[in-house]
């Protein structure tokens, strides 16, 4: 390791001084740098210049990468100086690492930070306000406390301030903030104690650019709470194939909208550009993975191809530009090979594509922060290199011009290219400086540590739930609202203490169903017991959720089973081995001839844009509602005439299972003949 320690020339330190930190208008004169909040529980502050700053090597002298008045890059470029290639290889790598049982770090937590030297984990723990110990933790770790995430996220930290150069540990996670009853681990992770929001598609429904704004601002509050400072998200592929599973964390199938969205997150998170008080994104995943070819996802091999059958590549690169635009610190490529495509090579993955990373991305679209590629590219999902061992993707995924590769902690691989002469160590200090720089523009070598206490009142708190409240009542789409004599019209569905309306109800609370005013008769029942008959109700209410309970047992990351990735159909799910209808088909039929398909509405929660078929009568209802991610009160809220329905189809509704079919995987919604409901469409109340 080099250990030569350097102080830059007084005329040096003056003159970055005046050129980075200084105001335009020079306040007559005066110094205006402001001193940073600084915190060591290791070694003590050096005081320079009536500055304070954090002697993260415990030298006790004051280096270049120590002094906060210097820029990002110039710390970054000193310290890479400092770093032998061992620690310079463990700064290319990121993995999973989640607490133990009550906050506690792993066991394996302390041969990673000083045996490979790594300083970035992916974080999957539920965060939660009562764990449940008792559960199976899997890839998602056990269940913790905000107090408690808050706790191993210090303690990480001081094991970071431990090591030769104290660089700080930089975690990451995917969503969180989202409503999502089939969350998966490696996907997103359920909101838990955290502010619960539509999904990513119903913050598109609500088209409200300052409510997502206000979305990013809490959620920024909510995770640096918890020490959590970069998220891998958001998605920016469009759903343009309806098939493909992960449409669900989509926002829309509109590249403008989607463009407009993400200029909203990246500049509510992170700001103008990356600081002490930002999220840092990693906008994923590049260049587009929605059009995957047949609807497979990339996770697994019948999902490694892109389709681009109507030659709209340039349509799904356009939120990417606007990411790059608004300063997105860092882009994740996707798994998938862009086949036939312009980019060179085009048949393999895209991590593993100079074309992809270095051309288009850094060269063209001039992206100049760091790439991070998806997790486990060189071990589970290297499409088109399979028959290259690991060491030759390690060397291919960094030739493209990846700068830190995830799901992967086996530094010793770069260090033997390095050896071998086939990387440069130059190219490693280029990845490393990237690197780096987000992690001095965090501001974490000032000060990493945060307060459990705040964290525990920050997650969830009242006025922050208060407003995703709002936004899932304004997310829900008003799909259809037929006429009928008896009840003027089926929406609202107004009652009173009065002439209370008897409402049947099946997958809704029956308990806040009550309260909302209405005389609840739960049709909901356990297996083996006989549903509750709805003759006689006034109305009916259905929530509809559908799921693929009975996919294959290596689907880990969610999806039907790949002979049966066509059916969107309600129908075809019914009778399918993969897909789960909650409650089923046959039940919802039911209950519609008992109460009267005219006063039946139903709920239908669109993880993706399932098909009304004729056959399954679901269409006969006499309202249809679209949900992205709500609450039972809020949808009542909706439902009872509280609230006037105000979300517009993030994605266009295909009539017919063929259509599904039949559209061409990189385009838009359909023909207007295989439209049932169009991008934009969402009514309202008169």
Request: net charge negative.
């Amino acid at each position: 390791m080099n250990s030569t320690h350097f102080t830059l020339a007084p005329i040096a330190v003056a003159l970055i001084l005046a050129g980075c930190n200084s105001s335009s208008d020079s306040n007559d004169g005066k110094d205006d740098l402001v001193q940073p909040q600084v915190q060591s529980k290791v070694h003590a502050i050096i005081k320079v210049d009536d500055y304070q700053f954090r002697d993260a090597n415990g030298n006790g002298t004051l280096e270049p990468y120590e002094d906060w008045r210097l820029t990002p890059e110039t710390r970054a470029a000193d310290l890479v100086t400092r770093m032998n290639l061992e620690e310079k290889a463990g700064m290319m790598l990121i993995d999973t690492l989640n607490s133990d049982v009550g906050g506690m770090p792993a066991d394996d937590a302390v041969d990673l930070v000083n045996k490979q030297h790594m300083t970035r984990f992916i974080f999957r723990n539920p965060v939660v306000e009562t764990p449940n110990n008792d559960r199976e933790p899997g890839r998602s770790g056990f269940d913790i406390t905000p107090t408690q995430a808050a706790k191993y996220m210090n303690a990480m930290q001081l094991m970071a301030e431990l090591t030769p150069h104290g660089i700080p540990v930089l975690f990451k996670s995917n969503a969180r903030n989202h409503i999502d009853p089939t969350a998966k681990a490696g996907i997103n992770v359920a909101s838990g104690a955290f502010s619960a929001w539509p999904k990513e598609a119903g913050l598109a429904a609500t088209r409200d650019m300052a409510l997502i704004t206000e979305f990013s601002h809490i959620m920024n509050d909510e995770w640096s709470s918890i020490g959590l400072r970069s998220m891998y998200g958001y998605m920016m592929d469009l759903a343009t194939e309806p098939r493909w599973y992960r449409v669900h964390e989509t926002f829309t199938e509109d590249a403008d909208l989607a463009s407009d969205i993400m200029r909203a997150l990246v500049i509510g998170l992170q700001g103008e550009t990356v600081n002490e008080n930002s999220i840092a994104l990693t906008i994923k995943h590049f260049p587009g993975g929605g059009p995957q070819e047949n609807g497979g996802d990339p996770h697994y091999d019948f999902g490694k191809n892109q389709n681009y059958a109507g030659d709209n590549f340039d349509y799904h690169l356009k939120p990417f530009i606007a990411a790059i635009e608004a300063g997105a610190g860092s882009i994740m490529p996707y798994y998938g090979i862009p086949v036939d495509q312009d980019v060179k090579p085009n048949d393999v993955g895209m991590s593993f594509s100079k074309g992809v990373v270095t051309e288009l991305l850094r060269q063209d679209l001039k992206f100049d922060g760091y790439v991070n590629t998806d997790t486990g590219i060189i071990s589970m999902t290297p499409w088109g290199v399979e028959h290259k061992t690991e060491l030759e993707r390690v060397a291919l995924t960094i030739d493209a011009g990846a700068d830190v590769l995830s799901g992967f902690k086996d530094g010793s691989m770069i260090v033997e290219l390095v050896e071998k002469k086939l990387v440069t160590e130059d190219r490693i200090d280029e990845s490393v400086e990237r690197l780096l720089k987000e992690q001095f523009q965090l501001g974490l070598f000032e000060n990493a540590y945060v307060d459990p206490d705040i964290a525990d009142k920050t997650l969830g708190k009242p006025e922050y739930q208060e407003r995703a409240e709002y936004a899932q009542r304004k997310s829900v789409v008003l799909l259809s609202n037929k006429e009928d004599s008896s009840l003027k019209a089926t929406l609202p569905l107004p009652t009173s203490v009065d002439n209370p309306l008897t409402l049947y109800t099946m997958g809704v609370n029956a308990e806040l169903a009550q309260a909302q005013g209405y005389d609840v008769v739960a049709g909901d029942y356990d297996e083996g017991t006989q549903r509750p008959v709805a003759n006689g109700a006034d109305a009916a209410l259905i929530r509809v959720f559908v799921t693929n309970e009975g996919a294959d047992s290596h689907l880990v990351y969610g999806g039907a089973n790949p002979d049966e990735l066509d059916i969107l159909a309600f129908t075809d799910m019914a009778a399918a081995k993969s897909w789960k209808i909650s409650p089923s088909l046959a039940d919802i039929k039911a209950v519609m001839n008992e109460v009267g398909a005219e006063k039946t509405v139903l709920a239908i929660n669109f993880r993706q844009p399932f098909v009304l078929d004729e056959e399954s009568g679901l269409k006969d209802a006499g309202a249809i509602i679209a949900t992205f991610g709500v609450s039972d009160s809020a949808l009542l809220d909706v439902v009872s005439g509280e609230f006037n329905p105000q979300g517009k189809l993030p994605f266009a509704l295909a009539n017919s299972a063929e259509a599904i079919v039949n559209q061409l995987s990189d385009l838009p919604g359909y023909p207007e003949a295989d439209t049932l409901y169009p991008f934009g469409h969402g009514l309202s109340y008169k």
